[in-house]
């Protein structure tokens, strides 16, 4: 069988070129320290996420900052999610391999980035690469662990299908556009008894949808010029003294529209909590103190015996303050 490598998806697909961090003298931490550098030169798979807006630990102007060495990354190294995923990676990119051997052909993409031919600023950096001998195509493999909780919260439709979630969909999208690869599988350890794998194809209207936005980022960052802030990011500066002070006078019509919808809303989510506690004191009667509770056709509903470690006493937090966003409105005089 011929040798499946990075060159020949390359010279085959025209849409990308392959930096390669290995070489004569490297080490681990020099091409780790090397890739890290070259991240700040385009928007990879990763920053997808953060730039739609699907990712709620990161805003763009955060990532804008990092790329514009305002802002070094967070070390994030040794938090233990990170510490599982390295090492569970290679595992799991040979027990697929195993899995699929004699139909697929996979490479590893360590130490590797591909930057796209036609938008420059757009890299992609594999956990796999895929060979279909019948199809004679090339494909993504995307490695993920998520624990249990994740793994049932988002990896998981309504109806209980699984799904690859919104966030890592963004990334894949990506990888597609950059390679023009047609498909690609996720390989995923989510907490459940075996890795699940869920292929994926390319749609081309989400894949124009990710060049664009990587574009319109980039231009930010090549202008030096930072992206729209968004509510967390407002957050964020209001709670660093010393505290912006005064109120501006304001004549919006769109203003005025979104406060009265905030109030309207606030308002009914109090309802609604309130309404909430009165029909689950209405069932809490009906279960009532002699059984687990009850069931019909179409519903349960009852007590469940929920199970929590020891847990040291914490100190007392010493006095502080805190910045909360309000809404108010205003008498008429």
Known sequence: MVRVTFKQAAKQSGMFDVHSFRGSGTTKKSREAEWLKFRTKGVGGSDMSTILGLNTFETPARLWEEKTGRRTPDDISDKWSIVKGNALEPELRNRFKRIHAGELETVDGSDKSLVSKEH???????????????????????????????????????????????????????????????????????????????????????????????????????????????????????????????FEQIEDSDFDQLSALYESYAQAESDARKSKARIADRLKQLVGGQREGLISPKWQVGYRTVHFKEQAARPAKPAYDQRRFYVKQLKEN
Request: proline fraction near 6%.
């Open 120 to 246: 420059p600023c757009m890299h992609a950096s594999l956990d796999g690469l895929l060979y279909d001998p019948k199809t004679d195509s090339y494909g993504v493999l995307e490695i993920k662990t998520a624990n249990e909780y994740r793994g049932k919260l988002h990896w998981h439709d309504q109806q209980g299908n699984l799904v690859i979630p919104d966030y890592y969909m963004a990334q894949v999208t990506h990888y597609l556009a950059v390679t023009g690869f047609t498909w690609g599988w996720v390989y995923a350890d989510i907490g459940e008894s075996e890795p699940v794998e869920i292929r994926f194809e390319r749609d081309e209207q989400d894949v124009q949808t990710v060049i664009n936005a990587a574009e319109e980022f980039w231009h930010f960052v090549q202008n030096d010029e930072m992206p729209q802030l968004t509510g967390t990011d407002v957050d964020r500066v209001q709670a660093e003294q010393p505290y912006p002070e005064g």
